[in-house]
T-cell receptor, first 114, second 117 residues
Framework: KQEVTQIPAALSVPEGENLVLNCSFT??????LQWFRQDPGKGLTSLLL?????REQTSGRLNASLDKSSGRSTLYIAASQPGDSATYLC?????????????FGTGTRLTIIP | DTGVSQDPRHKITKRGQNVTFRCDPI?????LYWYRQTLGQGPEFLTY????????KSRLLSDRFSAERPKGSFSTLEIQRTEQGDSAMYLC???????????????FGAGTRLSVL
């Protein structure tokens, strides 16, 4: 069974610091890994998608990496801002399920302290 | 492009009633997905469509749940005889995939929050 895990469940960081969010998955036969942001009571906003052939993707202050051999992905946020406060979810699609359904972690709730 | 739209945003119903939610995907997206999210958890896959064909259904989708995408555009998710355990956020997503195995970025709507009393 494919599982996606995110630890810690919550993280508080002073404004301006760089931070790393972690995501691990149990099956190395991964198709894609996608990072999302979710604000309270809202839907999901896609941040970055890394295909299995890639090792990282960057967008602005965000950088996501993928290491299939260790079953890990990280989301690096540079120079954090209060507006970055949200829940961050990682989700994977796995090859034996044809790159369709996303399997989500439970998320890390990030609070940036002004 | 207005993104993925879901209606209603909130639904409160009594146990045993039927409810129906609607999702309008991004225009020309051929794939449409339904997920369910309970408090403190990540979304869980329910079902997905390629155009009008429903290609996969999760075990979570009991026989009280039915989803349709009759013309390959909008989709509806109906829950019959609602139970308190059905209370959750129901999320819809869409994507454009031109070939199997290609990049599949799913774009999500704001969700419909269902409360069953």
């Amino acid at each position: 069974k494919q599982e996606v895990t995110q630890i810690p469940a919550a993280l508080s960081v002073p404004e301006g610091e760089n931070l790393v969010l972690n995501c691990s998955f149990t099956d190395s036969a991964i198709y894609n890994l996608q990072w999302f942001r979710q604000d309270p009571g809202k839907g999901l906003t896609s941040l970055l998608l890394i295909q299995s052939s890639q090792r990282e993707q960057t967008s602005g202050r965000l950088n996501a990496s993928l290491d299939k051999s260790s079953g890990r992905s990280t989301l690096y946020i540079a120079a954090s801002q209060p507006g970055d406060s949200a829940t961050y979810l990682c989700a994977a699609t796995f090859a034996n399920f044809g790159n369709e359904k996303l399997t989500f972690g439970t998320g890390t709730r990030l609070t940036i302290i002004p | 492009d207005t993104g993925v739209s879901q209606d209603p945003r909130h639904k409160i119903t009594k146990r045993g009633q039927n409810v129906t939610f609607r999702c309008d995907p991004i225009s020309e997206h051929n794939r449409l997905y339904w997920y369910r999210q309970t408090l403190g958890q990540g979304p869980e896959f329910l079902t997905y469509f390629q155009n009008e064909a429903q290609l996969e259904k999760s075990r979570l989708l009991s026989d009280r749940f039915s989803a349709e995408r009759p013309k390959g555009s909008f989709s509806t998710l109906e829950i019959q005889r609602t139970e308190q355990g059905d209370s959750a956020m129901y999320l819809c997503a869409s994507s454009l995939v031109v070939e199997w195995g290609a990049k599949n970025i799913q774009y999500f709507g704001a969700g419909t929050r269902l409360s069953v009393l």
